[in-house]
């Protein structure tokens, strides 16, 4: 008997797949029980989480808002939920927040920092979006010294004689390169930079206002505190530190011997010293090396040794990223017949930034929390206003509530650089498109 083939001419309605291998059961099993060690594990973390749960839910439940000490706080407590009860004190919070934000900055200029954290979001915004139009950087170059003038008063002419001495040292460097000068160009445009600020930059401020007087009232660094004497250290030792590390980064990379030499020396000096000696030197013995009567501001020197310090971790951090290149970039630079300034500013440099944007954004981590530092030599950033709050009998004995705040504090903007870190990098991911 002949076969006779079967041909199918209708299709078989799909159907639905397995429960385990879709949904909630799949991830279930394969991220949290796909072995037996990794669901001990899954159980031992549940159980480690529902205890902690347990135990803080109520210490936060029973929180008073509305106290005047931390005895009253507690009387609250115990009336409210039972004796032996306890709970949080954010009552302290709720009294100091203003001193944990502006230390002991006058209240009635608490409109100045204010104005001034609204700015540097303005003037962050066209550096971090590079959509937004590259015009607005002439603000972000402008803000240090706005910021300047905000926060400490005293005359507009100081800062705006500041950065004239910058304009001093272009014309300087284009004169000389114009006269055929161009090897000492550089070094002549920072000695005329350096002398302007030294010896010209008191006076021309003093005419300038003798005719014009713009002035706010001067607020001493004493003053200085909190959550904002960290955000005034930590943005300015990140805003300088980055120039400033890639060029020690590409003078430890230089042919010339004593650029070399001088990078090396620099970097390696101040990564074997520890950042709290070189603060304790900044505070203490730098005005042994300063003329008599000179005032050295303390928060500026601390401002130069933390921008000093990050410099030199971030100088290695984008040695390393220029090494990771292929030696044909170089070579392609090279082929192009860029100098050795374009070749890194169009080139090199861009890709070495890219490669090591987790490292930079560490840096930029470790530096802001390290301004906690500052409380050693007698500054009142947020931690030593804890200290200062522990030492009022109202609220002594006090310690989870304070050290609490402030770590959610600097939980928030060290999570933000974190973020804003990730979504550079899936930008400038160029390999997935």
């Known amino acids: 008997m002949a076969e006779v083939a079967f041909v199918r001419h209708e299709m078989e309605p799909p159907q639905a797949p397995p429960s385990g291998q879709v949904g909630p059961a799949r991830w279930l099993r394969e991220n949290l029980f796909s072995s037996w060690l990794n669901a001990l594990l899954t159980i031992a973390s549940v159980a480690l989480l529902w205890w902690l749960v347990s135990h803080m839910l109520p210490w936060f439940a029973h929180g008073v808002w509305n106290a005047g000490s931390l005895t009253e706080c507690r009387q609250i407590i115990q009336a409210t939920w039972g004796e032996g009860a306890s709970g949080a004190c954010f009552a302290v919070i709720r009294e100091r927040w203003q001193q944990f934000l502006f230390g002991f900055y006058p209240v009635h200029l ?38 300047y003038w905000l926060l400490w008063g ?12 910058f304009v001093v040292g272009h014309l300087a460097q284009r004169l000389l390169a114009a006269a055929g000068y161009g090897l000492v160009a550089p070094f002549a445009a920072a000695l005329a930079t350096v002398l302007w600020w030294l010896y010209l930059v008191g006076p021309v401020a003093d005419a300038f206002a003798s005719v014009v007087p713009l002035a706010l009232t001067p607020v001493a660094s004493k003053l200085f505190g909190g959550f904002m004497l960290s955000t005034v250290i930590g943005m300015t030792g990140i805003a300088f530190s980055l120039p400033l590390g890639v060029l020690l980064a590409l003078g430890r990379r230089s042919d010339m011997f004593i650029v070399k030499a001088l990078s090396i020396g620099f970097i390696e000096f101040i990564r074997g010293v520890p950042l709290i000696t070189l603060l304790l030197v900044a505070t203490f013995l730098l005005n042994v090396f300063l003329p008599p009567g000179t005032n050295f501001d303390i928060i500026l020197r601390v401002i130069i040794m933390v921008t000093l310090f990050a410099a030199a971790y971030m100088a290695e951090t984008i040695r390393g990223g220029l090494a990771a290149l292929p030696r044909g970039q170089y070579e392609a630079a090279d082929a192009l017949g860029l100098d050795y300034w374009k070749s890194m500013r169009l080139i090199i440099m861009p890709q070495a930034l890219k490669i090591s944007i987790p490292s930079i954004v560490g840096n930029f981590i470790s530096l802001f929390k390290d301004t906690t530092l500052v409380a050693i030599i007698g500054l009142l950033d947020p931690l030593g206003l804890v200290t200062s709050i522990r030492a009022d009998s109202n609220w002594n004995g006090i310690v989870w509530e304070l050290y609490g705040f402030v770590a959610l504090l600097f939980l928030l903007c060290c999570y933000g650089m974190s973020q804003y870190s990730r979504y550079l990098e899936r930008k400038l991911r160029t390999d997935r498109r």
């Open 154 to 165: 005293g005359s507009l002419w100081v800062p705006i004689a500041i950065y004239a001495g």
């Open 110 to 147: 608490y409109w100045r920092p204010t104005l001034t954290f609204f700015l540097l979001l303005a003037a962050l915004a066209p550096v971090l979006v590079s959509e937004l139009p590259r015009r607005l950087l002439w603000f972000s170059a402008a803000f240090p010294g706005l910021c």
